[in-house]
C-alpha cells in the first residue's frame, strides 16, 4: 500500500512539472523568452564594423540597440550617457551643436548610428513605440552637414564623421603617431617627427593610473578638454613608448598568489591523500 501511494504522489508530482513546462516543450514561449533573429540589416553593419582592422567607436542615438555590435576594436557609446540628454531629440540638438564635430572626432568616433528600433524599446512616446519619433531623429540626423550617409544598411541610419582621431593621437599634425594594443592595459606608442613638448592624446576616460613610460621616464596623464588623457612628450625623434594601466599589475600579482596558493593546497591534499592510502594498505596487510 505504502509503495502504491508513494508511486501514485511521484506521478502526480511529474505529471503537474510538465503541465507547468508545456510552454517550453511546445516552443509556444512569449515575452522576453522569444528566439528573436539578428534582422539582417544589423547582420550586415556587424559584419561592416568586423571587417575594418583600426580602431574606432561608434556613437547610437538615442541609445545601444540590443543587436548592436561592439568590440574593444569598436567600442559603443551610449548617446544618453555622451550628450547628458535624455530623449533623442534633446540628443540631436546637442549633435547639432557648432562644437559636437570635435567632440565626436576627439572621442574617437567614426559612426554616429540612428538604429532601426525592432523591439519597440528605444524610440517612445507615452512608454509606446513611436514610428514619428524614429523618422523624426533620423531625418534631423540626416542633416547635419559634417555627418556623411553611409548608404547600405537597409533602414538603419548610419553617418560617418570624417577624420576623426585615432585611439592615439597628436594635436601636432606633423607628428606621426601609431600604436599596437597588446591588451585592454598596455598599449605600445610609435611616433615619427616628434618634437619636445608635443602632447598626445589618449582617447580613453582621464585616470591617472595611464602611464606612460618614455626611456626612463614615467609620466601621468594630465586632463585633455576636462575628459580624456593627455601626455606631454619630454624628448623629440622618432621612439615608441608604452602606456599601461598601473594597477593592472596589482591583478597580476593577486593572479600569481592566488595560483601560487591553489598549488599549495593541491600538493598539501595530495600528501594527505597518500598519507591515508598508506595507512590504508598498512591496515590492510595486517
Known amino acids: 500500500m505504502k509503495n502504491i501511494i508513494r508511486y501514485f504522489c511521484i506521478t502526480v508530482f511529474l505529471l503537474y512539472f510538465f503541465w507547468l513546462i508545456r510552454s517550453a516543450i511546445l516552443g509556444q514561449l512569449t515575452g522576453i523568452f522569444v528566439s528573436r533573429p539578428v534582422p539582417r540589416d544589423y547582420t550586415d553593419l556587424n559584419n561592416y564594423l568586423i571587417s575594418q582592422h583600426v580602431f574606432y567607436r561608434t ?11 561592439y568590440s574593444s576594436d569598436h567600442p559603443a557609446i551610449d548617446g544618453y550617457t555622451f550628450f547628458q540628454a535624455y530623449d533623442p531629440i ?8 557648432s562644437n559636437s ?5 576627439n572621442a574617437s568616433v567614426k559612426y554616429v548610428i540612428v538604429p532601426v528600433d525592432t523591439e519597440g524599446e528605444l524610440f517612445l512616446q507615452n512608454r509606446k513605440y513611436s514610428s514619428a519619433l524614429y523618422s523624426k531623429t533620423k531625418n534631423a540626423v540626416s542633416t547635419i552637414s559634417y555627418l556623411v550617409p553611409v548608404q547600405r544598411f537597409g533602414s538603419l541610419g548610419v553617418f ?14 606633423k607628428l606621426l603617431v601609431s600604436f599596437t594594443q597588446f591588451n585592454p592595459t598596455k598599449y605600445t606608442v610609435s611616433l615619427t617627427n616628434a618634437h619636445v613638448g608635443d602632447r598626445i592624446i589618449f582617447s580613453e576616460a582621464f585616470d591617472q ?11 601621468s596623464p594630465i586632463k585633455y578638454q576636462g575628459l580624456y588623457n593627455e601626455y606631454v612628450l619630454p624628448k623629440g625623434g622618432n621612439f615608441h613608448f608604452t602606456v599601461v594601466y598601473k ?7 593577486g593572479q600569481v598568489v592566488s595560483m601560487s596558493t591553489v598549488f599549495v593546497l593541491l600538493l598539501f591534499y595530495l600528501y594527505i591523500l597518500r598519507f591515508k592510502i598508506g595507512t590504508f594498505i598498512r591496515y590492510i596487510r595486517k
Open 59 to 69: 556613437l547610437w542615438i538615442p541609445t545601444i540597440q540590443r543587436f548592436a555590435y
Open 101 to 105: 564635430e570635435n567632440a565626436l572626432r
Open 247 to 253: 594597477i593592472q599589475q596589482w591583478v597580476q600579482i
Open 90 to 97: 534633446s540628443e540631436v540638438r546637442k549633435l547639432q551643436l
Open 160 to 173: 560617418e564623421v570624417k577624420n576623426y582621431h585615432n585611439h592615439f593621437w597628436s594635436t601636432n599634425k
Open 209 to 219: 593610473n595611464w602611464i606612460a613610460n618614455i626611456g626612463n621616464t614615467s609620466i
